[in-house]
């Protein structure tokens, strides 16, 4: 069963990191393009940072361009999320999402319909 597995998530304060891991459980990293998702309560749920299995094109949102790392470890079967400089905001999901035949380009990073697997999300709180 293809499974993306979260882990990283917690408590931060404004200014600080957090890295999260999505690791790929039941099938191998490399033939699958991974997004991250994160929904705040009453907020649609949002791409915040993608990345392709085949020619490692990246894409940012707008609000973490500069700030989040997105990278693979297909040795390790795993992709992180790395994020500096965290901005206090309401506490929000992120989600791993998978998948085989999402087109990821520096502008798109696809739509969370366009993604087959998902995982359970861990919850980021930038707070003081």
């Known amino acids: 069963q293809v499974q993306p597995v979260e882990s990283g998530g917690g408590l931060v304060q404004p200014g600080g990191s957090l890295r999260l891991s999505c690791a790929a459980s039941g099938f191998t990293l490399d033939d699958y393009h991974i997004g991250w998702f994160r929904r705040a309560p009453g907020k649609e749920r949002e791409g915040v940072s993608c990345i392709d299995s085949s020619d490692g094109t990246t894409y940012y949102a707008d609000s973490v361009k500069g700030r989040f790392t997105i990278s693979r470890d297909n040795a390790n079967n795993t992709v992180y999320l790395h994020m500096n400089s965290l901005k206090p905001e309401a506490p929000a999901i992120y989600y791993c999402?998978?998948?085989?035949?999402?087109?990821?380009?520096?502008?798109?990073?696809?739509?969370?319909?366009?993604?087959?697997?998902w995982g359970q999300g861990p919850q980021v709180t930038v707070s003081s």
């Open positions: 999402a998978a998948d085989t035949k999402v087109v990821i380009t520096t502008a798109h990073c696809g739509l969370p319909f366009e993604y087959e697997y």
